[in-house]
């Protein structure tokens, strides 16, 4: 069995929960917080003696950090508390949390003090929480600068300070945490951007909160408990024909091995025939290393497909654009990447025709690529990437991927998910194509096109993390390396969802 997809809420959706349950709270959720986040402390400094440094700011992340510092002092550890501005000018709760703090004995200093002669176990950053938009100045950044210069375990409260929390963009000077204990749920910010960059290891700390009997959640991690349902053993008595057609549209001169990828992945996830339609005219017409691929001119590809994916190689000649307005009107479920996507995103026509489908259409954008559906620049998606991608998937009506760190999946209904698997190696030519491949070779296999999209992210980046965990890559991963650990992963997916008996 698989475990359930961790709920992701955006910092106004953790503002309604907060909202609905702060006044009734027994204990408080700041004493929760810092409670827990003790806890994660206690874990991380388990062999590593001395001192712990916090930060404090004005708001109610430093009372975070006043409970914390406060439960950590009475359990025997050495705690420094630095704090520089007015204690009364604190919210109710983080005042309380100060006072509660010098009661029990402990002190604060107005600056962060010199290192200590052995160095500090750990320090923590509880200046700025969830709500921070804007970027960070003056004395607040030159403390930043000095905490990331630590080199020892950092720990972020709720999200490293300088980090925007609904984006992974930092606003500005941004804590770099090695690990970050986050409150209530997940935020978008930390799984994606530059999110996962500043954040370290992210422990999430419920607080003893059902977020989802409080408000129902819009976006979730992806892990395989999305798509168990899909996941079936197939029967013995069966046959290539149940298994789908994949049409793969692509290949112009020199770019005939971009369509390969995409075919190959298509095959060896399983999809029982899949055709290989190239534009240039000189391709080959055999692939050697997969001779099961039936190559052929672009023109020629079968009618009948369970899906057809589109952009591999594809140029951007009239000839292209004439193959990618007919597969719009097509009956076949679509994926669109790569070149489809840059002359989709010149004509306004191609765009209402996408828009107006009734058959399932799947794009796989890139940052760049997004950038030019929604006419802006690629800085600006990357500053809202979820933002970016459920506009997406409204304006063309289609399931989508944003790619990246943190790739981000969008339905047109508004429901969105976030990848965590995958690592920087897999920044290398072909990897696209080979998602394209694996997406519509699932769709051909009678997929839905969201658990389709959400099954084939998610094994790609898995697939990638099994072959650096056997010391194939990162760095050097080749596209092609990848299908066949897809394949492996894949059916140990099956595996799992449906054991033996």
């Known amino acids: 069995m698989f475990l359930p997809a961790p709920p ?12 609905k349950l702060i006044p009734s709270a027994k204990p408080p959720l700041m004493e929760r917080a810092g409670r827990a986040a003790a806890e994660d402390a206690v874990r991380l400094t388990i062999d590593r003696p001395g001192p712990i440094l916090f930060a404090c700011g004005p708001g109610n992340n430093g009372g975070d950090g006043f409970v914390m510092a406060r439960q950590l002092r009475q359990a025997g550890r050495e705690v420094v508390v630095a704090f520089a501005d007015d204690p009364a000018g604190l919210p109710t709760d983080a005042g309380k949390a100060h006072a509660d703090f010098i009661h029990a004995g402990g002190t604060i200093t107005p600056e962060l003090p010199p290192t200590p002669a052995n160095g500090w176990a750990l320090v923590v950053d509880a200046l700025f929480g969830i709500g921070l938009k804007r970027g960070i100045e003056g004395r607040y950044a030159e403390w930043i600068a000095r905490l990331n210069a630590h080199p020892v375990v950092r720990m972020a409260l709720d999200v490293p300070s300088g980090l925007d929390a609904d984006t992974g963009h930092p606003t500005g000077p941004c804590f770099r945490a090695t690990h970050t204990t986050t409150f209530i749920a997940l935020k978008p910010g930390l799984l994606t951007n530059d999110g996962p960059d500043y954040c370290g290891e992210i422990s999430v700390q419920s607080l003893d909160i059902d977020c989802p009997a409080c408000l129902d959640p819009r976006g979730f991690v992806v892990s395989p408990a999305l798509f168990a349902a899909c996941l079936v053993p197939r029967p013995r008595n069966t046959h290539k024909g149940r298994y789908g057609d994949v049409g793969i549209l692509g290949g112009d001169g020199g770019m005939a091995g971009a369509a390969l990828l995409a075919g190959r992945a298509a095959l060896i996830l399983g999809a029982g025939r899949v055709y290989v339609g190239l534009m ?37 000649s009239e000839a292209a654009r004439a193959e990618l307005s007919a597969a719009i009107r097509s009956d076949a479920a679509l994926v669109l990447d790569a070149d489809a996507l840059n002359l989709l995103a010149a004509d306004s026509s191609l765009h209402a025709a996408v828009a107006g489908r009734s058959a399932a259409t799947v794009l796989t954008p890139h940052p760049a690529e997004a950038a030019r559906l929604l006419a802006r620049h690629t800085a600006e998606v990357q500053a809202d990437r979820l933002g970016a991608a459920l506009e997406i998937a409204s304006n063309f009506n289609a399931c989508i991927v944003l790619k990246g760190c943190g790739s981000v999946i969008a339905t047109p209904e508004r429901r969105w998910y976030i990848n965590g698997t995958g690592h920087p190696g897999m920044a290398t030519a072909g990897m696209g194509d080979v998602l394209t491949g694996l997406v519509a070779s699932l769709i051909a296999q009678g997929w839905a096109a969201e658990q389709a999209l959400i099954a084939a992210v998610h094994l790609h980046g898995a697939a990638a993390d099994l072959l650096a965990n056997e010391g194939i890559g990162p760095i050097g991963l080749a596209a092609g390396e990848v299908i066949g650990a897809a394949r492996r992963v894949f059916n140990d997916w099956l595996k799992t969802a449906a054991p033996m008996r």
Do not use: C, F, N, W
Not at 10 to 19: C, D, L, M, P, T
């Open 8 to 19: 992701i809420y955006s910092v106004a959706a953790i503002r309604e929960i907060e909202q």
């Open 280 to 316: 240039d005219r000189q391709a080959p017409t055999v692939d050697v290393l997969h001779p099961e691929l039936m190559l052929r001119s672009a023109t020629h590809l079968p009618r009948q497909l369970g899906a057809l994916a589109l952009g591999p190689g594809l140029g951007k």
